[in-house]
């Protein structure tokens, strides 16, 4: 063993960890009349360009591309000369095919009957009504708008007006503080931002109005605040202010969706990193639009006719702008919008949606699995959910037993639980089963997507056989990737480009099983060495959830004087587990027989939340501060701080 080269220590330990052996074939009146059969991968081998291009001619285009693909490496350019709408894709030209009275959106609010019906004319009116306001307020081609909204229609209403025009969108999370949106304001040189009164959190009114006003009393670049009054609470206003009913509503009807070139930015999203500022992750027009689109129709089977597609994710994500805003709306598709949580004003919420709405296909979260697991079979049980087909899961690497978990209890067994992993510098999947076609492992994202060249390489940069494990990496650009880092094109050559030459480094690791498919184990940053051995904090995090006690864990390296780290674990009991005094000692024993003795952790330590950033990715960094006994890093991306406290409570238990 070679301690110093991680790619290959990553390879020979992992090698013994994880022997999942459940497949999940494909249903087979799925696989029969499936949007994409196995011959896709063919294809795309045989002339990748000419799979995306048959992809982009999905869309409609105003002029077409001259050039697929121009590569200087780091930076690439798709479709080059071709012009179209991102708007009239998503809107107008359903409306002009005659689908105007589809259904684009149910939207439920979250007071109970609190909904919304909008079809794709309704939408198209909205849309321009909303543009017609914008241009009004001087926005212009361009332009960089700021969108710090609950999810209420206006919302996507919002990124399509801005599409519409060709200003650069730049949604930030409604959970952010002043000071995250004033720093994305300012980094953006935002011109004016869009938001509400305040939306509905938890069964009451939350406000989002006053941190806009705290953060826009530093923002000089902003010259006005459309404000959707949605909640009708009291809110002080400043003269930058103007009601989206003043302004919006008297609005003509039409405008005109002038096409914009397939290279014109389309949005900026900022991605916290774990260090640093915030990075503003550039989006264009027509290769992103053209693989979200691709992927939706793909990766979820969706038929626009007959399908009800539900995201759950928040719009503030890029998995809510891919696969709520431009995807499904680019394909035709009618999806459910949620504005609230899971558990308003019952813990059966989801479900009941689901059962009101006939939702066909659901895509989620780990971390919301998880919680439901936590919760108890007993609730979803009591609902109908017939009608659902398709399951997704995005965010973090799905635990086997909460995949296994979701397949069961969600999808009555019958339906694919397609795993997606992308990132939103990826703008849209990449790496998933295709529900027709893959029989999925439960844990597993399997193959790169046809069209997709990705691989795992050791430290090296050198690609590991089957079995192997080490880094993630992409070897070829494709149609949605990143564009740069706005207005820093060094950190996007440093942050992606510099690890390996000539390879987008996405950060995680990942390991190739002996089939050839792929596991995704996490950050980099967050594997472990123990002893020598690099362990993934994902694997042993799913031996502990393979416990029939356990929801949900979360496990960090700390430093140990003996073993370099010692893997220290922090763990949910599932709602009817009792906390024995011999759990910790019981799971210590599962994990050491499911992956081995290495893999044991040295402290197990109950607890009643994990720490999770406000898109429900779990914050190891802040469970290493606590394993190694330091005061807290820097908290300000969680959900919810007191979760801390509730850990630090427990601890001298776990001593
Ligand atoms: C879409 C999104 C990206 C990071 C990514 C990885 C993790 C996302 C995953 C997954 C394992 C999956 N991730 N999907 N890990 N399996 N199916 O989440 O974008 O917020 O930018 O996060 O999330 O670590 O690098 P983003």
Known sequence: MAPDTPGHETQETLSNLLSETRRFAPPADLAAAANITASAYEEAAEDR????????????????????????????????????????????RHVEAGRGDKVAYYWEGEPDGDSRTITYADLQVEVSKAANALEELGVRKGDRVAIYMPMIPELPISLLACARIGAIHSVVFGGFSAAALKSRIDDADAKIVITADGGYRRGAPSALKPTVDEAVEQCPSI???????????????????????????????????????????????????????????????????????????????LKPETDIYWCTADIGWVTGHSYIVYGPLANGATSVIYEGTPDTPHRGRFWEIVQKYDVTILYTAPTAIRT??????????????????????????????????YREHIGGDRCPVVDT??????????????????????????????????????????????????????????????????????????????????MYFAGDGAKRDSDGDLWLLGRVDDVMLVSGHNISTTEVESALVSHP?????????????????????????????????????????????????IAKPRQIMIVPELPKTRSGKIMRRLLRDVAENRSLGDVTTLTDSSVMNLIAEKLPAAK
């Open 549 to 597: 006690k356990v929801a949900e864990a979360a496990v960090v390296g700390a430093t140990d004087p003996v073993t370099g780290q010692a893997i220290v674990s922090f763990v949910i009991l599932r709602g009817n587990a009792e906390e024995g005094a011999d759990i910790a000692a019981e799971l210590r024993t599962h994990v050491a027989k499911e992956l081995g003795p």
């Open 372 to 405: 439901f697991m936590k919760w108890g079979d007993d609730i979803p049980a009591k609902y109908d959910m017939s009608s659902l087909r398709v399951l997704g899961s995005v965010g973090e690497p799905i635990n086997p037993e909460a995949y296994v978990w």
């Open 49 to 92: 360009l000419a799979f995306w291009e048959r992809a982009a001619e999905r869309l409609t285009w105003a002029q077409p591309w001259e050039t697929t693909l121009e590569w200087n490496p780091p930076f690439a350019k798709w479709f080059i000369g071709g012009k179209l709408n991102v708007a009239y894709n998503c809107v107008d």
């Open 223 to 301: 010259e006005h605040v459309l404000v959707v009054r949605r909640t009708g609470q009291d809110v002080a206003t400043t003269d930058k202010d103007v009601w989206w009913h003043d302004i919006v509503d008297r609005q003509p009807s039409e405008h005109e969706p002038v096409p914009h070139d397939a290279e014109d930015p389309l949005y900026i999203l900022y991605t916290s990193g774990t260090t640093g500022k915030p990075k503003g992750i550039l989006h264009t027009t027509g290769g992103y639009l053209t693989q979200a689109a691709w992927t939706h129709h793909a990766v979820f089977d």
């Open 421 to 502: 992993w992308w990132q939103t510098e990826t703008g849209a999947m990449m790496i998933s089963p295709l529900p027709g076609v893959t029989a999925a492992k439960p844990g597993a994202a399997m193959r790169p997507l046809p069209g997709i060249v990705a691989d795992v390489v050791d430290d090296q940069g050198v690609s590991v056989p089957d079995g192997g494990g080490g880094f993630l990496v992409v070897r070829e650009p494709w149609p949605s990737m990143l564009r740069t880092i706005w207005g820093d094109d060094k950190r996007y050559i440093d942050t992606y480009w510099s690890r390996f030459d000539g």
